[in-house]
């Protein structure tokens, strides 16, 4: 059976982990996979994390399954963090998931369950994975325009005049933000008039949340969400603990979605609580765990915001840090879209022959599309980073 199949090629954004690692050069810089690093250059478990583990540990006397929806005290803390303090909870489900991937694919088959005929929205561009996750899963996808790469700026009125003319029903696809990958996010006004068009034209908003505190704060980076959800009948929310718990591996997320009345809740709460029976049973618990101790815990929960804002305090230093070194080398070239930039990436906007030079030339490794991530630059790789791009620009 096994024989008939074709290889394909490694993923865009994972394959370059192990380029990367087999690379020998030691002033290598690796700008790939969306993982914050420390100015040391690494990956550590936060301290906060490394607590809650502990306790974990001392005071965790069983292993045994909770259920399909995971862990009730991590998915009221979850909703809190995401809907906040005054969400519709009689009109909300939340569930617990496998990371913010796993929370896409149960979406995509409640989508299909719900309404097999709709389609769904991306941006152009958006992560490259949603495209393979979502229509991998059955789902028949659009996509609306988003970024001028001319001027490193959101198209907005394209964006609103593609949405205007989407059938009612269909689903759109949002980066709520740090936009992945172009580390651009619409303004709250321009949220405001999305979901004036999002009411208007009977669109269900579908966002991804997978950088909450990595662009200005915990709560201003979830405006849109709660914003549309006063707003909306129906909405469906996808978040990802990866990034700001630093729980990459341990596939942390959840998956909300808010019904028209608590009528419907119910019914969507069964719903998805089969299907997930139906894929992978129950949800990892470890990392929802750790999770659920810090947000439930005072001490450990400011803990971990102090731990978080230092992570989105070096990134945008970051960026400074490189469009400065730029200005420097070249008064040709003007990257001061990587500080308009949020979160960990943006389009570094260069043509693939020159990201593949980079690559070759100078062992610095981003995605094909030129998208770094700018957690990979620290104070000591700066200025080869930027003599390698000014380098290859000429
Ligand atoms: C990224 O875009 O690099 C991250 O979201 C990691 C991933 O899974 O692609």
Known sequence: ???????????????????????????????????????EGDTPVLQVVKRAEQ????????????????????NSAMQELIFGESCPVDRLVTIQAPGGSGSLRVAASMILRASPTASVWVSEPTWPNHTPLLAGAGLSLKSYPYYNALNHEIKFDDMISTLKDAPAGDVVLLHACCHNPTGLDLSNDEWRTLTD??????????IDIAYQGFAEGLNEDVFCIRHMSERVPEMIVSSSCSKNFGLYRDRVGT?????????????????????????YSVPPDHGAAVVSLILNDAELRSAWVIELTEMRERLKSMRVMLND????????????HLVRATGMF???????EQVLRLKKDFGIYMVDSSRINVAGITPSNVNYLADSIIATLR
Do not use: W
């Open 255 to 279: 998956l909300s979605i808010l019904a028209i009345n608590d009528k419907a809740r119910d019914v969507v709460d069964s719903q998805i609580n089969n299907l997930v029976r139906t894929i």
């Open 346 to 352: 943006c389009f570094l906007g260069i043509p693939i």
């Open 197 to 206: 068009i999002m009411v208007d034209r009977n669109l269900i908003p579908f």
């Open 55 to 74: 306790i974990l540990i001392d005071e965790q006397e069983s292993k045994v399954y909770i259920g399909t929806a995971g862990s009730a005290d991590f």
């Open 325 to 336: 070194a730029l200005i420097l080398r070249s008064s040709k070239h003007d990257f001061s």
């Open 1 to 39: 059976m096994f024989e008939s199949l074709q290889p394909v090629s490694a993923d865009a954004i994972l394959g370059l982990i192990a380029e990367y690692k087999d690379d020998p050069r030691t002033e290598k810089i690796d700008l790939g996979v969306g993982v914050y690093r420390t100015t």
